[in-house]
């Protein structure tokens, strides 16, 4: 069996430079300790996410350990270029010794989050109905 941390990197109450420092020496505990993985959440203008841009985050994560596997849980599509986002992972997977875990999607849906929706492009109706294929299936 293999265990990881699903971290949001969330209010701590201390100044940010302090709390991102703590947590990366967490992370370095978890490595030693021998944790598989660890997934970071993006989040965006909310309390619950002070990684709004996880490949820095993660570039920390890459140098500071040696075993752990790591990654977003999801990258946020419509908020990254195509061509910066495969090169950001393309980047972190050679920097981590091929460490580097990673999913996309769309993000929350615009009941969740009116403001951050309002800055965002329209999801594509080819995200939003299942195709044919995956609905015989």
């Not at 875990?101 to 800055?119: L, P």
């Amino acid at each position: 069996m293999r265990f990881g941390v699903f971290d949001h990197l969330d209010d701590s109450g201390v100044p940010l430079q302090r709390h991102f420092e703590d947590r990366l020496k967490l992370i370095e505990a978890y490595d030693r300790a021998g944790f598989y993985g660890y997934h970071l959440a993006e989040h965006h203008n909310t309390p619950l996410g002070y990684a709004p841009s996880p490949s820095v985050f993660l570039a920390a994560v890459a140098q500071r350990t040696r075993q752990l596997r790591f990654g977003p849980m999801v990258y946020l599509l419509p908020l990254y270029h195509p061509l910066r986002l495969i090169d950001e992972i393309c980047m972190l997977d050679q920097m981590s010794g091929g460490r580097l875990m990673y999913g996309v999607g769309r993000g929350i849906s615009r009941s969740r989050s009116a403001f951050t929706m309002s800055i965002l492009p329209p999801v594509p109706h080819s995200f939003t109905k299942p195709s044919r294929r995956s609905a015989s299936v």
